[in-house]
């Protein structure tokens, strides 16, 4: 005997809200700031959270609050006899501090039709179609930039808006079935400390997404590993005026080690794909002492230390020109490569490039050269890959995300939890 299941077709919905949603968001300023040494690190980003809780409690999720440090916690009850993991989805509410975040205008180029599109706020601000290789896949499509004058925090007011949509769907669907589903939004994740203060036993969840990657099809497992390395020079201070011979500036040695760095390698502005680098990223001092902060980025972790011992060679090769000087290198981890925890898991990526197939893409496996959230969260006990939003050109004026696919998301969001309840 067959038994027909009459199962809810998710990809029947047509009545998204998710846009709506993205472009009164994006009006909310929620810039986060790397020289607070405040949580959040900024105020206003709990201006768009306290907005989030309320609309998820109109939405009928009653747990839905805001705690001391600016995390939206919310709980979707399961709606299925099945045994089923609990999924959290997670998104971050803060933009870069790298562009303005305030009075963000959002514009819908609607029926786009390959064309350049000029920012009316600064005509000089051209997203180019030779220059966005997806803007190829938007034909036909409503297309959204902010006006010329800041970002527009697509990254990730996009996954924030997916998943309040895919919230409201699951309220209004209750015959799309799926186990218990956790909501995280989180601060501060573009200056790194977005999970500093989230409490994973409260979240309660066995394995999450975060929704905050690019190109509509793409999941990404794997990050940087990354660690910070400090060079401290201590010179010699004499007065300028009876330094011959005994002055040794610290100032001019950190230049020197700056410049002794591998110029056509090791390097951002040389390195694609899977090559690290380590990169110089602050500079300060004087005569006596100068400190030069790097970053130091791999996809595999043990050949940190081998970049690290490029820093270590130069350094001394440097220093020994310059009797009398002295160096330290201190190493700091920061994050580790996600995959290392995901590929103990790997269900979690199987059911995400199949939702993603479900909601109607190409499902693409990619890495990134940086972090996420989802790296730490997953080292700290809440495995995470990260799936498209559908924003690009993040953290700059020209950013840009189309309706489609975010609508696009809010689909793969839904079937995610489906595919998961299928397999229980
Ligand atoms: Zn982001």
Redesign the pocket.
Known sequence: MIIKMNKFDINSITDFQVAERFMRYVQIDTESDPGSTSFPSTEKQKDLSRLLVEELQQLGVRDAHLDEYGYVYATIPSNTNKQVPVICFCS?VDT?PDCSGKDVKPLVHTNYQGQDIVLPDDPSVVIRYAEHPDLKNQIGNDVITASGTTLLGA??KA?VAEIMDAVRLWMAHPEIKHGEIKILFTPD??VGRGVDHVDLDKLGAHFGYTM?GEKAGTIEDETFSADGARITIQGVSVHPGFAKGKMVSALKIAAAIVDGLPKDRLSPETTSHKEGFVHPVHIAGGVDQAVIDFIVRDHVTAKLAEHEAVLQQVAERVIAQYPGATYTLEVNEQYRNMKEVLDQHPEIMEVGLEAIKRAGLTPERRSIRGG?DGSRLSFMGLPCPNVF?GGHA?HGKREWVSRQDMEKAVLTILHLASVWEDRS
């Open positions: 971050h870069s990254d990730d996954g994740e573009e905050d996420t939003a993040f």
